[in-house]
């Protein structure tokens, strides 16, 4: 068929155009909708702390958001304790004679109240299929969202690092006065905001602390690190020793007064934050999980089924 042939043939009706897809933002994430909730939510997670280490504590500044309550955790230890509140699973009571479902059901209803949510019934239903609170946040209700986070288990480059607009793992780990310039929020959004504040977790330190004074015990990447270090100075694997001793009881108390004394250093740092925060702004202040400070004869937190692994303070609400 020549050219003129195809001129002079009759003219098919034109088929519609399929919808252009929309233009990807970087990290291959769609562009966000308009915001379906009016207030900002920040979610705290002061690390390792333990219900009665807060309430020994008596801090003021943070307890003007609301009564708190003894929750429990999901998980002991923090990177599977972080997975479990960004599918949206809070910290939980224990309620009697109630089915798990029901309970799921209400606790995911109270995020309406907590977001604000114009006219859109917020539920576990709405996550799905990724069941991940940011992602919904973010793509379904308009939200920007961040993290910031102090333990280097959380950094950028786990898998806790999905639909989030700005992921920072900050250059101190017990710095959380550090975090509060960093928290924006401008522009047409409502702004979701993970804090993961570390003076609570070992070794339970303020920043102008002089580290060398600071109580000595591997944790994981120092244990990952001495391992690496011994294993290349020695030909056989098994050689390799952790040199240390047990904290005995009396430094075993030191240590929770010390992790005591960082709440009430906290609560001043609190007071900043609340100052900073707009108008509806919804705040939760929990922890990831708990401590042992002795107890069965367990130091830290992780591998051991026991309660004071799993008890958190707990309390939520606006401050203006």
Not at 144 to 171: C, E, Y
Request: overall charge neutral.
């Amino acid at each position: 068929m020549g050219l003129f042939d195809f001129l002079g043939k009759k003219k098919e009706p034109t088929k519609p155009l399929k919808p252009l897809r929309p233009v990807m933002r970087p990290g291959g994430l769609a562009p966000h909708p308009d915001p379906k909730a009016k207030n900002n939510f920040i979610v705290i997670t002061l690390d390792s702390l333990r219900y009665d280490s807060f309430m020994e504590a008596a801090p003021k500044t943070i307890m003007k958001l609301g009564k708190v309550e003894k929750r429990y955790t999901y998980a002991s230890w923090t990177a599977p304790s972080h997975y479990n509140l960004l599918t949206g699973l809070l910290p939980h009571t224990t309620p009697d004679n109630v089915y798990a479902s029901e309970y799921y059901k209400e606790d995911f209803y109270n995020y309406n109240k907590r977001l604000g949510s114009k006219g859109t019934d917020i539920d576990f239903g709405a996550m799905v299929p990724g069941l991940w609170l940011p992602g919904l946040l973010q793509q379904k209700l308009g939200y920007d969202t961040h993290a910031r986070v102090s333990l280097p288990v959380l950094n950028p480059k786990t898998g806790i690092n999905r639909a989030f607009d700005s992921f920072q793992l900050m250059d101190s780990h017990n710095d959380m006065a550090a975090i509060l310039p960093t928290m924006k929020f401008d522009g047409p959004r409502p702004h979701f905001y993970l804090l993961n504040v570390g003076e609570t977790h070992y070794p339970y330190a303020k920043p102008d602390e002089d580290s060398s004074m600071w109580p000595r015990i591997s944790g994981v990447n120092g244990v990952f690190r001495k391992m690496n270090d011994q294993i290349a100075e020695s030909e056989e694997k098994s050689k390799f020793k952790e040199d240390f001793q047990f904290f005995n009881q009396d430094k075993l108390d030191e240590l929770k007064e010390r992790q005591i004394d960082t709440v009430r250093y906290l609560d001043g740092v609190f007071e900043q934050l609340y100052d900073t925060v707009p108008k509806n702004t919804h705040i939760i202040v929990t922890a990831d999980h708990g401590e042992l400070f002795g107890e069965a004869g367990y130091f830290g937190h992780g591998p051991i089924m026991h309660e004071k692994c799993f008890e958190v303070p707990y309390l939520e609400g606006m401050i203006r």
